[in-house]
């Protein structure tokens, strides 16, 4: 294991869910339930998340004119210690891009993150697109400065901009994740609005507890 801020790498055998960032940045209960005592339920925005990422998840590759689409892009970090799958990389023909095994010209990498819903308020969803571009930066040895997040419901992109203070806040909370996970704990439950729409409600079980409480 390394310390946040250290040259040192994760072994492959280290490595964490990607997608366990969302899940921390929401809230580090739902993600030590589902990633520690390896609990998960399902309900309405899960089952339509699911059919929102089955035409990402085929693994189909497809090109447009000057565009190349790769879904289900394997990836991982061992800076950061992670791994997992990105929905979808746009590689757009650029100069300044890189060279793909295969096809002609130089390709601009960028992430598209598909998700069920509106845009929310809080920064998950952004982290988790901002870790898939870290990835594929140091896969690549790219700068990837934007990305862009799909929604089902409005049926439109919001583009992500991957600042440096975007940049910083999923670094920290991927050394956070690994920090937990060698702890083994998982966090006291803490009442709040967003439970409602946690599908891990019934094995939570937080209404017993307000935030601020003892």
């Given amino acids: 294991m390394v310390a946040a801020g250290s040259a040192e790498l994760y072994t492959e055998e280290e ?11 929401y809230c580090p209960r739902q993600w030590a339930l589902i990633h520690i005592e390896q609990q998960w339920g399902e309900n309405r ?39 997992g799958t990105a929905d979808v990389v746009e590689f757009h023909l650029d100069p300044a891009g890189v060279a793909l095994p295969g096809r002609p010209g130089r390709w601009r990498p960028e992430p598209v993150e598909y998700k069920r819903g509106r845009p929310k308020k809080g920064a998950h969803d952004r982290v988790q ?8 930066e140091e896969m690549l040895a790219v700068a990837i400065p934007r990305g862009a997040l799909y929604y089902g419901q409005t049926r439109r992109r919001q583009a992500v901009e991957f600042d440096a203070s975007l940049r910083a806040a999923t670094t920290e909370l991927a050394a956070q994740m690994h920090r937990l996970w060698q702890a083994g704990e998982t966090p006291l439950a803490e009442y709040g609005p967003r439970c409602e729409q946690c599908s891990l409600l019934p094995i939570c079980l937080p209404q017993g507890r307000r935030v601020g409480e003892a």
């Fill in 15 to 25: 490595l964490l869910p990607l997608s366990g960032l969302q899940h921390l940045a």
């Fill in 45 to 83: 925005f899960t089952a339509e998340g699911n059919l929102m990422h089955r035409r990402s998840d085929s693994g189909a590759a497809e090109q447009r004119g000057e565009l190349y689409l790769a879904r289900s892009l394997r990836l991982h970090s061992l800076r950061l210690g992670l791994s």
């Fill in 129 to 136: 697109l901002c870790a898939q571009a870290l990835c594929l």
